[in-house]
């Protein structure tokens, strides 16, 4: 149980296209999800917390216009990044947590998104 | 200073070799310590998790939690290559919704 897909799991685009990923949770519904960054040997960098039916809440130093993020159900969260830059090349990663047998309201990672932007 | 210290490694041993790997923290208000595993190119996965002070065992696996040090360890023994991975620490506060992670230290087991 609690699994997390992403889709796509890998996109090379275009310098100034928009770019859409898909986090989902397959078998619970998830009340919060998170969205990461990860550079190459690097740590997760959270960028948001997203409460299903809740505007996100960014991390200081990540630009809400640029990375939009969306939690319309409780099993679906998108993150858009708009106008991609060769800079915004990287690992996104999406978990997602629900209130129950965990004290801690553990994090269930999905597989992540590699993005390429030329 | 980073709310949370891990040396990145790299660290290379031997196949059946026990592996000790730590991270530092500075804020005292984390009650939760976490252990993850990510393989190359994957999402995290939990492998361990310790609620304040203490030890737990699971498996060839050990966490320990010291938190007048505020420093925590993960023990595995009988290292196998299936255990070439990146391994995280995480922590978080009672009653927050964000983990704070360590860099993640990369080990290699050599058969």
């Known amino acids: 149980g609690a699994v997390v897909s992403q889709h796509p799991s890998r996109v090379i685009c275009k310098s100034g296209t928009s770019v859409k990923i898909e986090c989902r949770s397959l078998?619970?519904?998830?009340?919060?999800m998170f969205w990461y960054r990860q550079f190459p040997k690097k740590s997760l960098m959270l960028m948001a917390t997203?409460?299903?039916?809740?505007?996100?809440?960014?991390e200081q130093g990540v630009e809400k216009d640029k990375f939009l993020i969306n939690h319309a159900s409780l099993t679906l969260s998108t993150l858009t990044v708009t106008s991609a830059h060769p800079e915004d090349s990287s690992f996104y990663i999406c978990?997602?947590?629900?209130?129950?047998?965990?004290?801690?309201?553990?994090?269930?990672f999905g597989p992540g998104t590699r993005l390429t932007v030329l | 200073q980073k709310e949370v210290e891990q040396d990145p490694g790299p660290l290379s041993v031997p196949e059946g070799a026990i592996v000790s790997l730590n991270c530092t923290y500075s804020?005292?208000?984390?009650?939760?310590f976490m252990w993850y595993r990510q393989y190359s190119r994957k999402g995290p996965e939990l492998l361990m998790y310790?609620?304040?002070?203490g030890n737990k065992e699971d498996g060839r696996f050990t966490a320990q939690v010291d938190k007048s040090s505020k420093y925590i360890s993960l023990f595995i023994r009988d290292s196998q290559p299936s255990d070439s991975a990146t391994y995280l620490c995480?922590?978080?506060?009672?009653?927050?919704?964000?983990?704070?992670f360590g860099q993640g230290t990369r080990l290699t087991i050599n058969p």
């Open positions: 978990s997602a947590s629900a209130p129950g047998q965990r004290s801690y309201n553990e994090q269930f």
């Open positions: 310790t609620y304040s002070s």
């Open positions: 995480a922590m978080k506060r009672q009653g927050a919704q964000k983990l704070v």
């Open positions: 997203s409460n299903e039916g809740s505007k996100a809440t960014y």
């Open positions: 804020n005292s208000a984390f009650q939760y």
């Open positions: 078998d619970f519904q998830a009340t919060t």
